[in-house]
C-alpha cells in the first residue's frame, strides 16, 4: 500500500510563496507518475502540477510561471514551489500518484491510484 502525506499549506498574503511537500512511502511502480491537484468550494478538481517518472513535466495554465514542481528521489518527496501567490490560489492541494502513466497527467482525477490527506492553502487579498 502507498502512503502519501502532504504538509506545507498555511495563510499567507498575496504575493507570497509556499512550499508544499509530499512523502511517499510503500512500493512504487516505475512507470508511476505524480501530480498535484488542488480544489476549492464548488468548484472542479483541477490538476497544477505533474510530473512523470523521468522527470518531464507540466502546467496547468493558472499556474504556469508561477508554480514549479520537483522531486528529490533519494527523500522520497514532492514538492510545490508556489510564487506569487493569488486569492484564486486558494483551495485544498492534494499530491496523487498514478501507478501506469506515459508522461505526466493533469487528469483525470479519478484515474490516479493514491491520494494524500490533503493540505490547506490561503490566500488573503
Known amino acids: 500500500q502507498v502512503r502519501l502525506v502532504e504538509s506545507g499549506g498555511g495563510s499567507v498574503q498575496a504575493g507570497g510563496s509556499l512550499r508544499l511537500s509530499c512523502t511517499i512511502s510503500?512500493?512504487?511502480?516505475?512507470?508511476?507518475?505524480m501530480t498535484w491537484f488542488r480544489q476549492a468550494p464548488g468548484k472542479e478538481r483541477e490538476g497544477v502540477a505533474g510530473?512523470?517518472?523521468?522527470?518531464?513535466?507540466g502546467y496547468g495554465d493558472s499556474v504556469t510561471g508561477r508554480f514549479t514542481i520537483s522531486q528529490d528521489k533519494a527523500k522520497n518527496t514532492l514538492y510545490l514551489q508556489m510564487n506569487s501567490l493569488k486569492p484564486e490560489d486558494t483551495a485544498m492541494y492534494y499530491c496523487a500518484l498514478k501507478n501506469w502513466c506515459g508522461g505526466y497527467h493533469l487528469g483525470p482525477w479519478d484515474s490516479f491510484d493514491y491520494w494524500g490527506q490533503g493540505t490547506q492553502v490561503t490566500v488573503s487579498s
Open positions: 510530473v512523470a517518472r523521468d522527470g518531464r513535466t
Open positions: 510503500g512500493h512504487i511502480y516505475s512507470s508511476s507518475c
